[in-house]
T-cell receptor, first 115, second 114 residues
Framework: DQQVKQNSPSLSVQEGRISILNCDYTNSMFDYFLWYKKYPAEGPTFLISISSIKDKNEDGRFTVFLNKSAKHLSLHIVPSQPGDSAVYFCAATLTYTGTASKLTFGTGTRLQVTL | DAGVIQSPRHEVTEMGQEVTLRCKPISGHDYLFWYRQTMMRGLELLIYFNNNVPIDDSGMPEDRFSAKMPNASFSTLKIQPSEPRDSAVYFC????????????FGPGTRLTVL
């Protein structure tokens, strides 16, 4: 049972435009969400995160939006750059358990930014 | 710091053989995670350790899989016997603050079982 879903396996966006990557989750207990970026032949690297007490978090060109009622989050990249071409993973976790952060990942979305 | 180190980077083996994947976490990190990446299921957590002790191995698919962490700077993931469906990229990750959530990943080991 996939608790974190990224229904778009791929996305193509023109350079300079906005990229919007979507993620849905089913476990309403998740209270912290992260986005990771992965280049070929490398491990994922942390990009941005958001706590469930917020509905938006911004870091430069990257903004994550959280809609708890819809159990949906999105990552906006604006403007998109060719170097943003990568696979993006959404992840979710429960932080109140007092134990280590066990992340549940989605299947990823491959973003291609074209010139 | 060199980051999380994994070896080998690529492994090709035949069905039935034993495979051992290795990981050196970032110095000072006290959590270590093993993940498997496949197209169908994305990144799946297999097992994680805290201070060298296995905390949750519920993601380990079968008894053929085992993981150890004999000390703070080394962990292994072993598959015995290996099967073609084990072909995937295996990642090791580490973190150092409980609740901080950010995990640092190694480059992965691409395993192919023929």
């Amino acid at each position: 049972d996939q608790q974190v879903k990224q229904n778009s396996p791929s996305l193509s966006v023109q350079e300079g435009r906005i990229s919007i990557l979507n993620c849905d989750y089913t476990n309403s207990m998740f209270d912290y969400f992260l986005w990771y970026k992965k280049y070929p032949a490398e491990g994922p690297t942390f990009l941005i995160s958001i706590s469930s007490i917020k509905d938006k978090n911004e870091d430069g060109r990257f903004t994550v939006f959280l809609n708890k009622s819809a159990k949906h989050l999105s990552l906006h990249i604006v403007p998109s750059q060719p170097g943003d071409s990568a696979v993006y993973f959404c992840a979710a976790t429960l932080t109140y358990t007092g134990t280590a952060s066990k992340l549940t990942f989605g299947t990823g979305t491959r973003l291609q930014v074209t010139l | 710091d060199a980051g999380v180190i994994q070896s080998p980077r690529h492994e090709v083996t035949e069905m039935g053989q034993e495979v051992t994947l290795r990981c050196k976490p970032i110095s000072g990190h006290d959590y270590l995670f093993w993940y498997r990446q496949t197209m169908m299921r994305g990144l799946e957590l297999l097992i994680y350790f805290n201070n060298n002790v296995p905390i949750d191995d519920s993601g380990m698919p079968e008894d053929r899989f085992s993981a150890k962490m004999p000390n703070a700077s080394f962990s292994t993931l072993k598959i015995q016997p290996s099967e073609p469906r084990d072909s995937a990229v295996y990642f090791c990750a580490s973190s150092f603050i409980q609740g901080q959530n950010e995990q640092f990943f190694g480059p992965g080991t691409r395993l192919t079982v023929l």
